[in-house]
Each structure stands twice: as structure tokens, then as C-alpha cells.
């Protein structure tokens, strides 16, 4: 039964394939389309001047290449579409077996000179080489473009900003009395099919397309455009983790090195290498942004703030370590004046004829050496007897230098440490200010800027 079935089908499709075949040809011939035929490409394909000429357009972003804030460029990869009427083709689909569409090869007909104002390169990528024609006298081409165009871009708020970027399309001869652009699809939705269709954005995360159109005038003539203006927003995390948070660690460093103690040059050494670090990162800034004059990036003000805090703490570094130097200068002084009075102390001990002296040990055990009233001072020297009293005396006399050695320079240690003089307090004292100065400016400054970049 099956068999019976299929015998009758193959008959019944040999029988109707046997009344007409048709081809693509066969239509091309109809319009007498060939490559020398002028009538197709050499003029705007109306039967009337008069007639206008409407070009559709519809423009998809298929992917962010490039946004080069340096140069200024952007490098979109876009989808084209063009759609206009070409007046002198038509045909009957009936007679031709109802084909309604035919592919010719895109230098047979004439073609929209549609061009791209913002372009600074030519696209190098090949041409989709054929268009589409319809009975109706429709064509549409589709086409792949690589566009490098030049956008202004303004990085006052880097690396939180968001772009803008227009594409206008244009005809280079056509005034807006022969030809007029009309966009395909509305703003909202070459948004949504641009979202639908985009393949990679990279660090620019696609906010929106939007159409407007626009007459452009040139002395008493004007021409109609299509602006595409895209909307993306840069993905600031890579720009955060590289620049910003290694400034803000460096500056942590700073403020911490406040705690590391002020002798020897141990601080001063550390800032100056936090230091040197910002300036390698600020090298990074200078390839990232572009020269611009009319107003300053928000991370120009990050970096220059904060290394001029950095600097001016290494200065405020500089002048305590110099009173510091000061102070410990003229302690040394003390010292010196301290150990010549020690020195006469010494011969007016070993002369033993003086009854003024500051340290009363030291004047008892020379009045006990001496012999005169021992005692009210040592009752029980009374017993020992002047034989003794002369040896005794003289190794009392040896342990007293020695003790007064050991305290003389247990006092300098200690003036070293703790003793500090004039220079000494007001170090300290600019210290702390430029320490409370510091961690205000600081906090005050991070608070204004991250607003500014927010808002
Ligand atoms: C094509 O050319 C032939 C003669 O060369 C002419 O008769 C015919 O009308 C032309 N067809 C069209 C559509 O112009
Ligand atoms: C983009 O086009 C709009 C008009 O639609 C215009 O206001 C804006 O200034 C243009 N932007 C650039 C960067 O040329
Ligand atoms: C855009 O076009 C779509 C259909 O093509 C329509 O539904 C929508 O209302 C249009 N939006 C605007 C803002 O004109
Ligand atoms: C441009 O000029 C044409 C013709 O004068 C006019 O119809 C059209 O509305 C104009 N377009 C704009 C955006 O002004």
C-alpha cells in the first residue's frame, strides 16, 4: 500500500515539474541585467527626478573592540543593513514561477554613497558581494563594517565613567531633496536587538543605542544624517585593582610609618621608598590618559593629592629627624661639660680640701679619709684606727669612682632615651599636629573624591 503510494507521487511530481522551470537567470534576463548595462548603476534608479530616494538603515553593535582614550578612538564592530527602491526593476512573481527575491552582485546596480563622518581609517575587511533584490524593486545590502572612528571622550571621571560615542552616516553628493535616511528600527529597539546580538564587550559593559537624525548644512545645501550614538559603560574593576588600590596601600604604608621610631633615618628611608613607588605607578597613568587641557581627571587629583600628602609628610620626616639631631647634639654637649666637671670633681677629691660638693657620699667618704670628725658621720670608724683607715680608705675611694663611672653613664643613657631637650619636645610636639593633620586631610580628601566619582 505504502509502495502504491509513493509510485503515485513520484508520477504526479513528474507530471507537474513537466509544466514550466524557471531560474534566476530567466529574470535577470527579463531586466536585461548584465555587467555593461549602465541604465542599472549609473544613476539614482528613479523614473523621475523628483522622485526622493529613501534609505533605510539599521545599524547593530555586534561587539566593543577598542576604546582608546589616549587617541581618542573607538572601534566598534557594527551590522549594517540598507534598504532603498530601485524604480526600474520590477517583476511579475507569477511569471516566473513566483520568485519574489534574486542575489546580483553588488557592482551591478547602484548603490546609496553612504559614508561614516567619524571614520579615520577605511575598512579593510571584504565586501559581502551580493545584494538582494525583491519583484518589487527592493534592495538591501547587508555589510560587516570594522569601524575605526574618532569619538571625544571625556575621562574627567576615570576609570568610573560612562561614554558616549556617535556614528553618523551620511550621503557624500545626495541632498536631502533627492535622498532621505530613515531609520529602520526606533531607538529602543536597536537597543534591545544590539543586546541580543552582542558578541563581546570586554571592558565596556553596552548601556544603549539611540537614533536621532539630523540636517546637516553646508553653505545653501543640506544633507540628512543618522546619528547612532552608543552608551557604554567602562568596567572599572581591572583599573581599581592596578592603580587605585595600590596608591591607597601605599599611603596606609605612610600613615603607619608614623608609629616607627624617629632616631637613625629608619622612617625617613621608608617614605622616601613609598614614595618612589607612587611615582612608578604614575608612569601607568601617563599611558592610560590623554593630554587634555580643559578639565583635569578626577585620578590626576587622586595622584597628585596624594603624592603631595606623601611629600609633605617625608618633608615633616626631615625636619624631626633634624631637631631630633639637634637635641642629641646639644645633650652630647651636656655630656662633655658634665664630664669636665667630673674631671675637677676628681682632683678636688683627691686633694680632699673642699667642703662644698654636690654629691654627699662621695663628700662623707673624703671627710672619712680625711679623719676630721669621723665620729658623727662613722661611729664605728672610731674604732678602727688611723693604721687601717689610710688602705680602707683608698679602696673605698676606688669603688666610689667606679660607682660614680657606671651612674654617670647610666644617666646618659637614660638622658638619651627619655631626657630630651628643647628641640626634642617640639619634635614631638609637630609629631602629633601633622599626625591629627595628616589623618584628617586624608580621610576629608578620600570622602570628597569617592563622592565626586560617584556621583
Ligand atoms: C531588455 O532589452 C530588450 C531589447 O534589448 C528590450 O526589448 C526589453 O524591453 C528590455 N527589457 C527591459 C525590462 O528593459
Ligand atoms: C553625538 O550626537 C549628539 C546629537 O545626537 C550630539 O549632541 C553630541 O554632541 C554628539 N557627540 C559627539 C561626541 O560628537
Ligand atoms: C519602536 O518600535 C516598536 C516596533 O517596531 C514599537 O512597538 C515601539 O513602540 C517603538 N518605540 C518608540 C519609542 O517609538
Ligand atoms: C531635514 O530637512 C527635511 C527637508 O527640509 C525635513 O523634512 C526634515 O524634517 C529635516 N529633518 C530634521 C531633523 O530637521
Redesign the pocket.
Known sequence: MIHVAFLLLIVFTDGSSSKKVCSYQDVVDYLNLTTDNGAYKLTRPVLDYNHLTVVKLDILLYAILAVIEKTQTFIPFVWATVMWNNERIKWDPTQFCGITHISVPTEMLWKPDLFIYEMIQKDDSPLNPYMLVSYEGEVSSEQDIRVVSTCRMDVHKFPFDTQRCNITIGSAVHTVNEMRLSPF?????ATQFTREVIKSQGEWEFLQLCVTSNNFTYGNRQWEQLIYTFTMKRRPLLHVINFLLPILFFLTLDIASFFIADHRGEKLGFKVTVLLAISVLLLILNDILPSMSNKTPLIATYCIVIFALMLLSLLETILVTYLMEKDSASSEKLRLRDELEDKQEKVKINNCNTVEKRRTCCSCICKASDGEKQHELLPVAEEVNNSIQSRESRVLLLILEELKELQKTLNLQLSCRHEVGKFGHWATRINRAFFIFYITTVSLFLCLIFIEWNS
Not at 528600527?185 to 529597539?189: A, D, G, L, M, P
Open positions: 528600527s526606533n531607538s529602543s529597539r
